[in-house]
């Protein structure tokens, strides 16, 4: 080589080899695995380097033969780069102890200890047969005694379910923290199964009786989610005197699937609510059993967000849940209004949505789809993401229900975030984002012209300043915020006690977004691996959550010693508790804004 191809070569080479190792590092850590093939990459570029250095003296193809070699292999490692499949223990330990064994009403089952052996924690336990061959979209049957002692240390699978793409899921983190923070823990997936009916309890190391239970619904649009979630892991609330238990339901196809030839084949005349029906389930198997696991059945607490909040409305207005569970909890979404913006729809238009399944699948009978693989299924972009009105599960729409008072709780606690819609809207305008240009053409697609035209005027300051702001707000209203503040006023007229919340504290991740505040209300924020998310006023905030959630779980009142007062709600004060930076009551922020969402609502066809 030349001097001149010298430093050429020692300044592009490494140049060049750095970039392309950045850009699979980077793509590495949005693909989420697995680490072996980061150490693979960082091996390769380490002897591809000392070859290309032996090489320099080489004829031009031989020099090139290691650069070549190492983005051959850059190439091959970046194809796999996904997240490897197993199974999740139900405490992250290497080397678990066992509980003793707990007999339940079907059979004896063994957990692990948490760490500190302060709380029994049984994953994976079967409150339902599996709804596989024939039982696929079909009531969910009593599961069957076992003999043995059961392994419950591990979670069950989740539910079928499209995998979400690890990339776009790492997109949009970046999104909500405003930076990248490469952390290569590559977390594997839990593993999925159409043999899903299983819960997780988390309970107390005490042989004290009758503990109060709260059961939760996780999230996901009804499509996807899982009951092993790191958020609302129970064993802070178990440490805090309360059983914690969660609950995996069919989803999507599986779950809220909607057919005649269905309908006709049930004894009950129901379809399009499968999930539905296994989270009622799960709570007869939690009544049945709650005596075993020194539970209280008298004194049971549901609990969801998003998705799972939309089922927490849904069971506080069916006649299948009555008796049940005394409370609810409801976090960022709700049915409890005329004409819900989402998560619900008529039998007549399931049935019309979900014909386009069959016909995607060339299926004429429930026979045919029976015999198409899981799998299979699990990738149908038509997946419903709505509860039914199917006159079972759902007599009347769950507004109506309030309205005649034959609701199910007692007392209601819910609540919204400041930026519910920023997931949603944001990435879809991801390349055209709103300004005060397009603002008022892009709400009358959401509403119409004359609502759109009123929601501008009223915003019209506002959205001179910042109209991506405003726009974001004005979704999250009418999805969310508006939808919590008619449940909160129809359960008051009920005759149900109401404390509503909204939470806005910020952070260096999800901060106040949808799903934002699950991880301080469940206690986890203390936990988490991601350090530089969290601050001490974050492990503040997450410790008066979860006692407020606890104590609500306990007595149906969330209020304690050394908690700033939560209020009862009233339409007088439209009061709310604020989670932010403080902790301290507020009115309700979006009263202006609520009447002309409202005025639409009322638009629409009944």
């Known amino acids: 080589m030349t001097k001149r191809q010298n430093i050429v070569f020692w300044i592009l080479y490494p140049l060049i080899t750095l970039t392309i190792l950045a850009l699979v590092l980077f793509y590495f850590d949005l693909a989420n695995g697995p680490l072996v093939l980061f150490i693979l990459e960082l091996v390769a570029l380490a002897i591809v380097f000392v070859f290309r250095l032996i090489l320099r003296e080489k004829r031009f193809r031989i020099r090139c033969i290691p650069s070549f070699s190492f983005l051959a292999l850059s190439i091959l490692f970046t194809s796999l780069a996904k997240p490897i499949v197993e ?63 059961k392994d419950c240390s591990y979670f069950g699978p989740r539910a079928m379910q499209s995998n979400s793409s690890p990339i776009m899921s790492t997109l949009i983190d970046m999104y909500s923290s405003k930076g990248w923070y490469p952390d290569y823990h590559m977390d594997p997936v839990q593993d999925m199964s159409e043999d899903c009916l299983y819960l997780n309890i988390w309970k107390p190391h005490t042989e004290e009786n009758h503990l109060p239970i709260l059961f939760y619904i996780h999230g996901g649009s009804l499509t996807s989610g899982t009951t092993g979630y790191d958020d609302y892991n129970g064993e802070e609330i178990a440490r805090h005197g309360v059983i914690f238990i969660n609950v995996a339901y069919r989803l999507g196809v599986f779950g809220f699937f909607a057919n005649e030839e ?52 849904a069971l506080c207005t069916s006649p299948l849940a009555k008796g049940l569970f005394k409370r609810a909890i409801g976090e960022s979404s709700s049915l409890a209004i005329k004409n819900p913006p989402h998560t619900y729809r ?19 009978s429930i026979a045919e789809l029976r015999k198409i693989k899981a799998q299979d299924l ?44 920023d997931a949603f809207v944001v990435p879809k305008f991801l390349f055209n984002p709103t300004n005060k240009n397009n603002i008022e053409e892009r709400l009358a697609s959401y509403f119409n012209k004359d609502i759109a035209s009123k929601l501008v005027k009223l915003y019209e300051k506002e959205i001179e300043k ?3 702001t405003i726009f974001n707000e004005i979704i999250s209203i009418y999805w969310f915020m508006n939808p919590h503040h008619v449940w909160s006023n129809i ?43 969290y601050d001490e006023s974050d492990r503040q905030l997450s410790e008066k959550m979860v006692s407020y959630w606890a104590n609500f779980a306990k007595n149906g009142d969330p209020n304690g010693e050394g908690l700033p007062t939560w209020n009862l709600y009233s339409k007088e004060k439209n009061n709310l508790i604020e989670f932010g930076n403080e902790v301290k009551e507020i009115q309700d922020p979006y009263l202006k804004t609520y009447p002309i969402i409202q005025e639409f609502m009322d638009s629409q066809n009944n």
């Open 466 to 468: 910042d109209a991506f």
């Open 87 to 149: 199974r999740k223990r139900g405490v992250n330990v290497s080397n678990p102890v066992y509980t003793d064994v707990l007999s339940l009403k079907n059979g004896d089952i063994k957990g692990i200890y948490s760490k500190d052996q302060k709380v029994e924690v049984y994953t994976g336990v079967p409150y339902a047969q599996a709804p596989i061959g024939d039982l696929r979209w079909k009531e969910p049957q009593d599961v069957l005694n076992w003999d043995g002692v």
């Open 378 to 421: 699990a990738k149908t972009s038509l997946a419903p993401q709505q509860v039914t009105l199917d006159g079972y599960v759902l007599e009347k729409q769950p507004y109506e229900v309030y309205q005649e008072k034959e609701n199910n709780e007692e007392i209601l606690l819910n609540g919204f975030n400041v930026k519910e819609a």
């Open 346 to 364: 008529k039998l007549e238009d399931a049935y019309t949505y979900d014909k386009k399944i069959m016909e995607e699948f060339h299926c004429s």
């Open 262 to 313: 269905l309908k006709q084949e049930s004894s009950n005349h129901t379809t399009g609510n499968y999930g539905l029906l296994d989270q009622i389930k799960a709570l007869e198997w939690v009544n049945q059993n709650a005596e075993y696991f020194h539970g209280d059945k008298n004194n049971i607490t549901i609990a969801g967000e998003s998705a799972g909040s939309s089922c927490v409305s």
């Open 491 to 533: 359960a008051l007229d009920a005759g149900v006690k109401v404390y509503s919340y909204q939470f806005t504290k910020e952070n260096h991740f999800h901060s106040n977004y949808h799903a934002g505040e699950l991880i301080y209300a469940y206690g986890n924020v203390k936990h988490s691996p991601y350090t530089y998310r």
